[in-house]
């Protein structure tokens, strides 16, 4: 079906230049008596002229016909449908000049009787001379055509180029044309290669042989960091990135042990991203941000060489969360307790309880009665939701830093959602009774509670991010009343003293 189909088109394309072919043909060769004798009558060299003129339009009709069926039938069907290559227009062109280029000499040795071979030197000599002068152009323009046949890569392709220079050359391929190359560098700057340049260099094609495309991120943190605690971090930042479409689900993004050496432990980031979706620069910039996240949240920062001066100055580049002044810090770090004192968050540290979750494991249920909080210290927690059909759906994703249950723990309300651990997480769960205890303590707590709950409700309110600064204001004034007086109903006398 395919053959009749390629024949049907080389039919249809080279009908009409066949048909001027064979009338020219004809008055050639059947009537060339007729054409003798009316040329012979003709006045003056009229008949001379239309003698040339029919042999030369035989010729010129001939190679209108070959270029013709050349251009269909090995141009457009065997290399650009066939082989799915797109034949670029230089190519078409050459193989265009060099049949009529054919049929000039043709017409010149055989219809005006001349020899050739003074023809051909002179075209080579000028063919030296003009060569010679755009030897850079025509090698550009072969080595284009060469990268047009063999597509070792395409436009929208990532590829590294390591030529002459120190630094390799990484790019999105906007465009290849017949001279040159347009990529689009990780900086966001367009970068225009010649094409010979390419053909001397070491193409990586990260596209090949599809369109995803895997890089590689190393952090170095300190040997004294337990390598399963890196690991369960820096694969926390991961899922986020993943989350946020920074970074494909398949092929799953992975977090390995590089290498070791006196500087600290190298941790290899590999990830995969489809670069026609997010450009590599963005993907490794959201790649880099999660992770530094996470180590911020989890109390540990890059390791730096030894002889830095500044380590002495750095006594807490590794916070853990067992110590309780390490987890007084971390906790501080927690929206939720930013506004605490020292003797708040001591207070704090002491009472919470360390809870380490394996991945899979359920946290809190929806619906279920809880008189506790949780802080997530490493790793990533999925937050499921069971809609009116009564299937559970994932909305989100909770990173170090955030808390959860809180609504629970200050006035009493069932759990609004079923919170998971993707990988392995730690987490610091903080009861009713603790948060008594610093109500007790602290009377202004109760407000700075209130006040920072009231914010974050707001702030993951699509609709009340559309509202004028003055109604949030106002909104949010109406939902701290609102918590005080629930607390103050769910913790009785203790809040009420406070």
């Known amino acids: 079906m395919i053959l009749g189909e390629h024949v049907k088109t080389l039919v249809s394309r080279i009908w009409a230049p066949a048909i001027l072919f064979l009338a020219f043909l004809a008055a050639v060769t059947v009537g060339s008596g007729a054409i003798q004798i009316l040329t012979e009558n003709a006045p003056g060299h009229t008949g001379a002229f239309i003698l040339y003129a029919i042999n030369i339009g035989a010729w010129l009709s001939a190679a209108f016909l070959i270029n013709r069926a050349v251009d269909t039938a090995i141009w457009e069907l065997l290399v650009a449908r066939g082989a799915d290559i797109k034949v670029p227009k230089l190519l078409r062109q050459l193989s265009a000049l060099i049949i009529y280029g054919g049929a000039i000499v043709g017409i010149t040795g055989f219809v005006f009787a001349q020899s050739v071979t003074a023809l051909i030197t002179t075209s080579s000599a000028v063919g030296l001379l003009v060569g010679f002068a755009v030897r850079s152009l025509i090698l550009d323009a072969f080595s284009g055509i060469a990268i047009n046949l063999e597509q070792p890569f395409r436009a929208g392709h990532f590829i590294q180029i390591r030529g002459r220079g120190p630094d390799p050359i990484e790019g999105l391929v906007q465009e290849v044309n017949w001279r040159t190359t347009r990529l689009l560098t990780l900086e966001n700057d367009i970068i225009v290669i010649p094409n010979g340049i390419l053909a001397e260099s070491v193409i990586l094609n990260r596209s090949a042989p599809n369109l995803i495309c895997q890089f590689e991120q190393i952090v170095k943190l300190d040997s004294s960091v337990a390598p399963e605690r890196a690991l369960r971090v820096l694969g926390s930042a991961l899922h986020m990135t993943v989350a946020e479409g920074g970074a494909l689900a398949e092929p799953a993004p992975k977090v390995r042990l590089s290498r070791v050496d006196e500087t600290g432990v190298h941790y290899k980031i590999k990830y995969s991203i489809n670069p026609t979706q997010i450009s590599p620069g963005k993907a490794r910039h959201l790649v880099l941000q999660h992770a530094l996240d996470s180590l911020h949240h989890a109390g540990l920062t890059p390791a730096v060489p030894k002889q830095d001066m500044f380590v002495a100055r750095m006594p807490d580049r590794k916070l853990d969360y067992e110590n309780l002044s390490h987890r007084a810090t971390l906790l501080g770090r927690v929206d939720l307790f930013a506004e605490f004192d020292a003797a708040a968050l001591g207070l704090l540290a002491s009472q919470a309880v360390v809870r380490v979750v394996p991945a899979g494991g359920v946290v809190i249920e929806q619906d279920d009665q809880g008189a506790s909080m949780f802080v997530v210290a490493e790793g990533i927690l999925g937050v499921r939701v069971r809609g009116a059909d009564g299937v559970s759906r994932e909305v989100g994703h909770l990173r170090p830093g955030a808390f959860f249950g809180e609504m629970s723990v200050l006035t009493g309300e069932k759990r609004s959602a079923t919170v998971h651990a993707v990988g392995d997480a730690v987490l ?65 006398k203790i809040f009420r003293a406070a």
């Open 428 to 492: 610091y769960e903080i009861t009713k009774e603790q948060i008594a205890s610093l109500l007790d303590s602290k009377s202004e707590i109760a407000a700075i509670l209130s006040q920072t709950v009231a914010e974050r409700q707001l702030r993951n309110s699509a609709a009340a991010a559309q509202l004028p600064p003055e109604v949030r204001a106002d909104q949010q004034k109406n939902m701290v009343e609102q918590l005080m007086r629930s607390m103050t109903t769910f913790f009785g």
